[in-house]
Structures are given as C-alpha cells and as structure tokens.
C-alpha cells in the first residue's frame, strides 16, 4: 500500500458517451480533416479517397456483407461570383453561418485553402462555432418531423 500512497488518487470514472456538443464538433473537425487531405491531394495533383464500409445481404445466401468503397468528398471551396475563391464549411447538408450574414471565407490563392481549413479547425476545437453548429444541427433535425 506505500507505493500507492505516492501517486494522487482520485474518485473519478471515465464518462460512458461525450455531450452532444463535442459530438458534433468531433464530426465537424473529421470533415475539415477530409477536407484538408482534399486539398493537399489536389496541390500535389493526386486524388483523396477515403475508404468507408457499406453492408449489403447477399441474395443466395442471405447473409450481410460489408464490402469496401470508396466515399465521395466534395471541394467546399468554390468560385464566388467576385470571381474569387471562397470556402464555406458545412454540417451535413446546412452551409453554417460563420458571422452575421457571413457563410464563406474569401480565400486568397488556391494553395491558401489548407492553411484557412487548419485555422477554421482550431475555431472549432476552441468551440467558436457551436453556435453555428447547434442552430444547423436543429435545422437538420425539424426536417425529420412530420
């Protein structure tokens, strides 16, 4: 027992699931990260394509598979209409509102797209865009409702 009187023991446990709130930022901070990786493979001229499994049930046997396929990321950077790039950040299918009126970050170059998702990033984890996150989350959730 004097070995363990060396260390600080405390009366905690490990929380069974996160806040919804962090959830949705881990899942945000994941997107930005594909998006990332996007990005770089465009500079470098090679192609991003995350691996993700679908389950189907096979029809002579009846059994469920899970197979590999590639998933489909979209560029969240596009031409405005200033004829500038811009860059918007979505939550499933709701572009978020990153200011008052503000939807999409002017980006200077192409190669400057890495360097505004990193920044974009670290709001997130900071908890800067919970605001935006939680009202598109709701959005999202009253079209499910009947």
Do not use: C, H
């Not at 997107?31 to 499994?53: C, D, H, M, N, Y």
């Not at 389950?55 to 002579?60: A, I, M, N, P, Q």
């Not at 590999?68 to 509102?97: C, H």
Request: charged residues 30%; glycine residues 6%.
């Amino acid at each position: 027992m004097s070995t363990l009187n060396t260390l600080k023991l405390v009366a905690s446990q490990k929380p069974t699931s996160l806040p919804p709130v962090m959830q949705r930022r881990n899942k945000l901070v994941r997107r930005i990260w594909e998006q990332i990786e996007l990005a770089k493979a465009e500079q470098a001229g090679t192609t991003f394509a995350p691996v993700k499994f679908r389950s189907y049930t096979d029809k002579e046997t009846g059994a469920r598979k899970q197979v590999e396929t590639n998933k489909r990321v979209k560029a969240w950077w596009f031409i405005a209409d200033n004829g500038k790039l811009a860059l918007s950040v979505r939550f499933g299918p709701k572009v978020l509102e990153l200011a008052k009126g503000k939807f999409a970050v002017e980006v200077g170059a192409r190669s400057d797209v890495v360097n505004v998702l990193e920044v974009v990033k670290k709001a997130v984890e900071n908890g800067e865009l919970d605001a935006a996150i939680d009202n598109a989350a709701k959005k999202l959730r009253d079209g499910f409702a009947k």
